[in-house]
């Protein structure tokens, strides 16, 4: 959700004036990367920003008339302020190191650069296989918005596999019917000329000219099985996909299972069993027929 000078808008608005002041006392949203306050239905909102530029603080404050309610801001943090706290700021170097420690450890060795380019790229691909061979399932799926990064060729670093997925969002698992996974897929190409996630375990074959929810022309399955809409598919996502952000509300209603896997570390422990050094195919999950 995001307030202006006019109104607040977003899905969490939407909640909170759906909620109507009953039971909630405070939401904290989230997803979005704004830092912004505001209040609905008497249902005060907070949401910080993102990367740890700011904090958000809801008080709790007793009124005059005796009863509590949540008065909410945000309060950037200052990055050249350090703390004089000795304890703090030896514990906070200790983990500096830990952490650069593990940044720079050599995960596996990438044959050539992986970049972003082009409707459907290896990277996106690579991350797509990574999901879907971690976590057992017959489709794996990443929303292009969510790679920030190329990949270089040479050192795989934990570092650089975060550049490329820095929010670094719980795995999870999903089972639908052919049907539904059909209507995933008009999602994805749904939104533009082209298609806005990469897939693995699956090709489709799409007509980017024909009308929404019905591009699909033909899915395809490892091993040249077809889409049938009876049977049912398991489908490796992020969580936040999973909850319907990015417009896959669809999928909000399918239970989701947690397999312990961050997208990182599901992409790193998949670098680490490929032959080395790894080179990934170019082989698109979209297929355009018009091309």
């Not at 830092?35 to 008497?42: D, F, I, K, S």
């Not at 904090?55 to 801001?73: C, H, I, N, Q, S």
């Not at 598919?233 to 896997?261: K, N, S």
Request: proline share 5%; glycine share 10%.
């Amino acid at each position: 959700g995001a307030c202006d000078s006019v109104a607040c808008t977003g899905e969490v608005v939407r909640l909170a004036d759906e909620l109507r002041g009953k039971g909630v006392d405070l939401v904290v949203a989230g997803h979005t990367h704004q830092a912004w306050t505001g209040r609905v239905e008497g249902i005060p909102i907070l949401e910080a920003g993102s990367r740890g530029s700011a904090v958000g603080v809801a008080d709790l404050v007793k009124t005059p008339a005796g009863g509590l309610e949540f008065r909410t801001r945000i309060a950037p943090v200052e990055a050249g302020r350090t703390s004089r706290e000795p304890g703090l700021t030896a514990a906070l170097e200790t983990y500096r190191r830990l952490s650069d420690s593990l940044d720079a450890r050599p995960i596996a060795a990438i044959k050539r650069p992986l970049f972003r380019t082009g409707t459907q790229f290896p990277l996106g691909g690579l991350l797509a296989e990574a999901r879907r061979n971690l976590l057992r399932a017959d489709v794996g799926l990443v929303l292009n918005h969510d790679i920030q990064a190329d990949l270089p060729a040479g050192s795989a670093t934990y570092a650089r596999l975060s550049a490329v997925e820095p929010d670094r969002r719980n795995l999870v698992r999903l089972t639908l019917t052919g049907t539904q996974l059909r209507s995933l897929l008009e999602q994805v190409l749904a939104t533009g000329a082209e298609p806005a996630a990469h897939v693995a375990g699956l090709q489709v074959r799409y007509d980017p000219r024909r009308p929404v929810d019905r591009r699909v022309q033909r899915v395809t399955f490892q091993g040249g099985r077809k889409l049938r809409p009876e049977e049912r598919y398991t489908l490796a996502t992020d969580e936040a996909t999973a909850g319907g952000v990015g417009g896959y509300a669809m999928l909000a209603a399918i239970p989701a299972e947690r397999d312990g896997y961050l997208d990182v570390e599901a992409v790193a422990a998949f670098l680490r069993r490929l032959p080395q050094p790894v080179e990934v195919s170019d082989a698109a999950g979209f297929l355009s027929t018009r091309h």
